[in-house]
């Protein structure tokens, strides 16, 4: 039997490493322990850069400044390897989300103390998710499905009460964050541009809705579903049936009965100034304020639009709060600033 690569030894440590992370995070009660799943989701992530390197017989060494040929040593006399940062800016585009998530638990890692723990755990427990599910969605990319964790990890039995006093106890553990804590959390997410901040490889979140009565014929305990690839009448007719539903998508608002069409949002523009103001107009303000989708049709909003607009199920399309209008017919009520967001001179509407 021909020995393996160098590479595959690595690739089993970091197989190894993320099982050990993720049963240190799903343990109950004392046996738990978040810090030490930070210290070896970080292996984990380590290991598995470092094998596809291999493989692939690209650099993972230090070398000395000045000197190509020589190499950084370790006190053993064993040559330096990568740390983990040293990878990422080699692997991944700065602001690639699974990137940023990865550098937020190497930030995170010199700030969990053990007493803290559970509230820590609690602030970041979609951060988490997000890191474990890239891992894996990396290790099936670069080695193949025959990698995948996925057998040998099952959906995790737990107690979560839905009761208020839950509610209350998890609200009371984010309080009890230690001001270093919530300050790398704050200041780390801050400094991220909105597109990354929502994305659900840097924070992934879920909705459980559980279902009342006996099991589906598939006798499946869960079944799991996008719910923004769902029409209307299929998610009625999901939630109809019996089991529990896990829904993993991102926050989007939901409509409150204010919000226009496009065409409506732009008329009502044109009514708050002394020019005409096309439906045309409308998109190209909005666009340049990379607010709504960015072109027809799309579900996913530009960056800056919170606040501003809502994606409707029943018309397919973005909606628009008065609130935009406001903005836009301050930006237009003079020719001068119509002319400069909109590059073509103002047309005056006809007198009633």
């Not at 193949?144 to 959906?155: D, H, M, Q, W």
């Not at 009460?161 to 790398?184: A, D, H, I």
Request: charged share 30%.
């Amino acid at each position: 039997m021909p020995r393996p690569p160098a590479w595959r030894h690595t690739l089993d440590e970091a197989r190894r490493q993320a099982l050990v992370a993720i049963d240190f995070y799903n343990r109950p009660g004392d046996r738990r322990s978040f810090s030490d799943f930070i210290v070896h989701i970080h292996l984990a992530w380590q290991n598995l850069l470092h094998a596809d390197r291999m493989r692939r017989k690209v650099e993972i060494f230090y070398r000395e400044s000045g000197g190509r040929r020589l190499f950084k040593r370790n006190p053993d006399g064993s040559k330096k390897t990568w740390d983990l940062s040293q990878c990422l800016k080699h692997e991944f585009k700065d602001s690639d989300p699974i990137k940023v998530n990865v550098e937020f638990f190497v930030g995170l890692r010199n700030h969990v103390e053990h007493r803290f723990q559970d509230a820590v755990l609690v602030a970041t427990a979609a951060e988490a998710h997000a890191c474990i599910i890239n891992f894996e969605a990396e290790l099936v990319r670069r080695f193949g499905a025959g990698e995948t964790l996925g057998s040998e990890l099952k959906f995790p039995v737990f107690v979560q009460s839905l009761s208020p006093s839950r509610y209350e106890e998890q609200r009371n553990l984010r309080r009890g964050l230690p001001n270093t804590v919530s300050n790398f959390i704050a200041e780390f997410q801050v400094g991220l541009p909105e597109d990354v901040r929502r994305d659900e490889r840097f924070a992934y979140r879920l909705l459980l809705l559980p279902m009342k009565g006996p099991k589906t014929e598939a006798d499946l305990a869960l079944n799991f579903v996008r719910q923004d690839e769902l029409s209307e009448e299929e998610l009625r007719a999901l939630l109809g049936k019996d089991g529990s539903v896990i829904v993993a998508e991102k926050y989007r608002e939901a409509i409150h009965g204010n919000e226009m069409l496009p065409k409506a949002a732009a008329a009502a523009v044109e009514r708050r100034i002394a020019f005409k103001f096309s439906v045309h107009d409308f998109t190209v303000v909005r666009k340049s304020w990379q607010i709504g989708p960015a072109k027809s049709g799309d579900k996913e909003q530009l960056p800056k639009s919170d606040s501003f607009c809502l994606y409707s199920p029943a018309f397919k399309q973005f909606v628009y709060r008065p609130k935009l209008v406001e903005r836009m017919a301050e930006a237009l009520d003079t020719p001068e600033k119509y002319q400069a967001l909109l590059h073509h001179p103002p047309i005056g509407k006809k007198p009633m």
